[in-house]
């Protein structure tokens, strides 16, 4: 493997009070919907799902999907399939879709289009980081708790190879020349 450095981007705390924030507009949203079904996408968004849930205080279900993409360790090349699937039955329910990050939005976009077919009364989404430059397809993102520019990212979910996901903070990963 290269060699790299990690740069913080985002710390502890910020994201500490950013998801509280987060959560207090989404509970504003849902606190009335009847059977609400939140359904994390693994593995990345264990840590953010886990937190953001503890905020919460309407009743719910949680479930988890995980899908794998054919594509480098770094981008997703579109070519998807469900290595686990959803086990809570989400017909007539309200979803919501928490996701780590956004990049060219074929992952998000795959999974959406997946989910609808088993008839959620709605289905809405909230990703921890969206990297908008690189999005190919257009996605409907309801929630979002940090925009990037660009820049791979690990710590709070996110991974390099497996690598790195337990950082409480987000980091930048620079790899070192020659
Ligand atoms: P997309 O399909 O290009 O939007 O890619 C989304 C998926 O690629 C995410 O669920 C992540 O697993 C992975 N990914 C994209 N960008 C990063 C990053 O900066 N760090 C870690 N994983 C990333
Ligand atoms: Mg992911």
Redesign the pocket.
Known sequence: MKEYDLKQVIDEQSIRSRVKELARTIEADMRYCEDVVIIG?L???FIFMADLVRHFSFPMQIDFIRIA?YGTG???S?E?RVTKDIEVDIEGKHVLLI????????????VMDYLKKRKPASLKVCVF?D?KE???CE?SVDYVGFE?QE????GYG???SERHRELPGVY??RFRNG
């Not at 820049?151 to 690990?154: C, D």
Request: net charge negative.
């Open positions: 996408i593995k990345g968004a993409s770094h981008t997703s579109g998807i996701e780590d990050i956004v990049d060219t939005g074929l992952s998000l976009k795959w980081i990297k690189r999005r190919e996605v990037v820049g791979f990212l690990v996110l991974d390099y930048e990963v």
